[in-house]
Structures are given as C-alpha cells and as structure tokens.
C-alpha cells in the first residue's frame, strides 16, 4: 500500500465518507509499521464538493476529459498558426464541450446520491476551464485527486494551487519558442479534418441526447396516459361489479318472493278445492231437503182433501 493506492481509493468515495475512510486508511498503515505513510495519509485534504463531482467525471469520463485537455493544448497552438474563423470555430467548440461535461458531470452526482448546485456547478465549469487553458491544471484534473476546485486568472493563468493529491510537478518553465516553419498543407489539413470530426461528434451527442430526451417526454406522457386508462377501467369494474352484486341481490328477493307467492296459491288452490265439495254437499242436501219438503207438502194437501 502507497501513498497513490490510497489517495486513489479516498478521491473516489463521496466527501461525507471521506474522513472516516482516511482515519481507517492511516489506522491501517500505523498497524502495517509505515508511520511515515500514516502522516501522509492523515494530511490528504477533504475534497470540496466541485472537486469531489470532478473527480467523479474524470472516473467516468476519462476519455472526455482527456479530449478537453487535448483542445486546450490545439487551442494554445492555433494562437499563433490559425486564422481567426478557425479561431472562432475552436472557440465555439470549447464552450459546448465545456457546457456538456458540465452536464454531465450534475448528471454523474446526482446518481451518486449528492445533486450539485449551481453555485457548485460553476466551480466544476471554472475547473474545467482551467485545464483548457493550462497543461498542468489539465494533468491535476486528469489525475482524479482534485482537493478543491482549480480557477483561471484574467491572464489565462492558473492559481498557483492546483490543490491535488499528491501534489502535480512544479509548472514546466515555457522555453523560448524557435521560428516556425512554414504550416504544413497536409498537417494543416489533418487539424481541420480532426477538428470537424470532434464536431461531428460533438453534434451527433447533442442530437442523440435531444432524441432521447423526446423519446423519454413521450415514453411518460403515454405512461401517464396508459395510467388514466386503467383508472378509468378499473372505476368502471367497480362500478359493475357493484351494480351486478345489487342485481343477484334483487333476484334472491324475487326467487324469495315467487316462492312464497307459489306458496300461497298452493294453500289457496287446495282451500278452493275443499269449499268446491263442501258447496256440491251442500247443494245435494239442499235438494233432498227441498224434495223431502215437496213431498211433505203435497201430504199435506191429500189429507186435506180427503178429510172433506
């Protein structure tokens, strides 16, 4: 274990876990014997949050970063080789490239659980600027062990600080520059052909990232409208099972009350049958009776006569 390992391993963590981790990391170099890496390891700095979402993106990102470095160095060589609208043009691409990894760099700390804000956000565009404009700055950036975020003075120089863990080699002394040759056709034709295919590139990005960007607005709103539907569904099943559980009610009362009814009209049938016969004996008395008393009278009427 080296001073590199464990500085690698505590620039990768987010900066709330930052001092426990460095405590156990010397903890654990104490116990090994290695007082001397233990004190280095106690004096890593904390990463301010700008620092730690950069260190973030250069992990993710390296190949982007390594590209912004490398336009700052053809940047720093068109100052003195290149006409002003190849100027402009490198220009134009360094402020996109910058705002993308800008982007990109709330994007990689939002899904690491900490949200940068836009106070921080500037920071990390500031850092990123300043490894555009200075190769050292561009090579602490890329080492990933940023302490705090890096800025540019109003000469395009980098504060003297570079606030890296271990610190980067003192600034390159700039040598004097010889005459230069005359530009190179085919050199000069190389950079042109690299710098439309970086922003070929760079708009083929920005297309696919708005493509997407419409094909997630459309994927929610027919969620959200696949989700009405199914609300609206299912209220309707509600509405239905309820209206065909107060039906099946009503039919139990009505099969109840045919039952009933049948009920009745069975006592009634069979009362009906019974006053039937008792009126057909009835009548049959009333007519031996009335015959009986037809006989009585005429009697009667031969005793009468036959008594005169």
């Not at 008792?278 to 009776?289: I, K, L, M, Q, Y």
Request: hydrophobic share 45%; proline share 6%; net charge negative.
């Amino acid at each position: 274990m080296d001073l590199e390992e464990v500085a690698d391993e505590l620039y990768g963590l987010l900066p709330g876990d930052f001092v426990a981790a460095r405590t156990e990391a010397a903890r654990r170099a104490r116990a090994a014997g290695d007082r001397a890496l233990a004190t280095e390891v106690a004096a890593l700095g904390k990463p301010s949050t700008a620092a730690w979402a950069c260190n973030a993106l250069v992990r993710e990102q390296p190949d982007e970063i390594a590209g912004l470095v490398e336009l700052g160095d053809l940047l720093r060589e068109a100052q003195e080789s290149l006409a002003g609208d190849q100027l402009r043009a490198l220009g134009t691409q360094r402020s996109r490239l910058l705002a993308a990894l800008t982007r990109q760099a709330r994007v990689v700390a939002a899904r690491l659980g900490l949200p940068l804000s836009d106070a921080v956000a500037d920071q990390v565009e500031q850092t990123l600027r300043a490894a555009l404009a200075d190769p050292d700055a561009g090579e602490a950036l890329l080492a990933g062990r940023l302490t705090g975020p890096l800025s540019v003075s109003g000469g395009l120089g980098v504060r003297p600080d570079l606030r890296v863990v271990p610190p980067p080699r003192p600034a390159r002394p700039v040598p004097e520059r010889p005459a230069r040759p005359a530009p190179d056709p085919a050199a000069e034709e190389r950079r042109r052909a690299e710098e439309e295919r970086r922003r070929a590139a760079e708009e083929r990005r920005q297309r696919e990232l708005a493509e997407a960007r419409e094909d997630a607005e459309a994927a929610a709103d027919l969620a959200e409208e696949a989700a009405r539907g199914a609300r609206t569904a299912r209220e309707r099943a509600g509405r239905a099972e309820r209206r065909a559980a107060e039906l099946a009610a009503r039919v139990e009362e009505l099969a109840a009350e045919l039952a009933r009814v049948r009920e009745e009209a069975a006592e009634a049938d069979g009362e009906a049958g019974t006053a039937r016969r008792r009126a057909d004996a009835a009548g049959r008395a009333a007519e031996r009776a009335a015959a009986e008393r037809d006989a009585a009278a005429a009697r009667v009427t031969d005793l009468e006569r036959a008594g005169r």
